[in-house]
């Protein structure tokens, strides 16, 4: 069996071909029973969790394991730590244990970019990225990889790691303009594609400031009584899920519109693994403002997890 780290992951992945990965197994035959997302301490405000994940497919199988404590990175600690244990899908044998956290961040943005490229306008040149914490890189380089990204603005409360999170990306992206947000409803109205990936409880923008054709990418919250975004955007919106599974279970950005009568569970357009099966763009047209939130699958932590030991293999 392998242990492959966190180096080993970053030497294997590139997001062309792990969305190309993704788009061939969220189109396949897969099984991924409900994944189990427990609270250390029920009602605590930490919102300190572990998290089970486990998925196969006809070629391996999978499980997740990870712990999620938001407020670790104000004593020095990550705030996500995770490993992901494969298993040949013919014999059962252990395969691998792979550093799940940097698969994490590799395939939550690859699987944005994934429904981005079905979903946003393929003109799209503008860039609102909401966040400027350890997936802020990763994120903003898949939305680079599908769509003629011109302008990124980055609107974060850490104005000094947000900083240093542009000046990374000039360095690697010189040819792109990136830029603090200054006005968030100017960004707001500007942009061609909003994607969030903090821990906001409570909404990040006005959904009346969404200008037609924007898409919208939400991957922060997991919490049934928090939310990047609020009522108007999603009842504006044409709303697109990682897992109706998932997201039904532990995300307000759908569960508050749906106790507040906003909408029902019907307002849906479809999963992922949807898009990927029809294997057509999406957008109706130009003016649909469109919706993507993802909590996470396990599918997309086998993939990529099986994407690096085959790499790793390889080499």
């Not at 990870?66 to 298993?87: D, R, V, W």
């Not at 909401?130 to 380089?141: D, K, Q, S, T």
Request: glycine share 6%; with cysteine; charged share 20%.
């Amino acid at each position: 069996m392998r242990v492959i780290d966190k180096q080993q992951v970053e030497a294997s992945l590139d997001f062309p071909s792990l969305i190309a990965a993704l788009d061939k197994g969220f189109s396949g035959q897969f099984s991924m029973p409900k994944r189990q997302v427990f609270e250390l301490l029920p009602g605590d405000v930490a919102h300190n969790a572990f998290a089970v994940l486990p998925a196969w497919n006809e070629e391996v199988i999978g499980v997740k394991s990870f712990t999620y404590f938001p407020q670790n990175s104000n004593e020095g600690y990550e705030s996500l730590y995770s490993k992901i244990m494969l298993f040949d899908r013919k014999h059962g044998v252990p395969l691998a244990l792979v550093d799940g956290t940097t698969v994490t961040y590799w395939r939550t943005a690859a699987v944005s970019a994934l429904a981005s490229k079905y979903l946003s306008r393929e003109n799209s040149q503008t860039l609102l990225f909401f966040g400027a914490g350890n997936l802020a890189r990763f994120m903003i380089a898949a939305h680079l990889s599908v769509r003629p990204l011109t302008k990124v603005l980055v609107a974060a409360r850490n104005q000094i790691k947000a900083e240093a999170l542009i000046a990374q990306l000039e360095a690697i992206y010189p040819h792109i303009m990136f830029s603090l947000c200054g006005d968030v409803q100017s960004a707001v109205e500007e942009a061609d594609i909003i994607s969030c990936a903090t821990g906001a409880k409570e909404p990040l923008f006005d959904g009346r400031w969404l200008k037609a054709g924007v898409h919208i990418d939400l991957i922060g919250n997991h919490h049934k009584d928090c939310r990047e975004c609020d009522t108007q955007t999603v009842v504006r919106a044409s709303v697109y899920l990682d897992s109706i599974v998932n997201v039904m279970n532990e995300a307000g950005e759908l569960l508050l519109p749906i106790a507040e009568g906003a909408i029902t569970e019907a307002h849906i357009k479809a999963q992922l693994a949807d898009l990927c099966a029809n294997k057509q763009y999406a957008r109706r047209d130009e003016n649909e403002i469109t919706l993507f939130k993802s909590v996470g699958t396990a599918l997309s932590d086998l993939i990529a997890a099986h994407t690096v030991y085959k790499k790793e293999l390889a080499s």
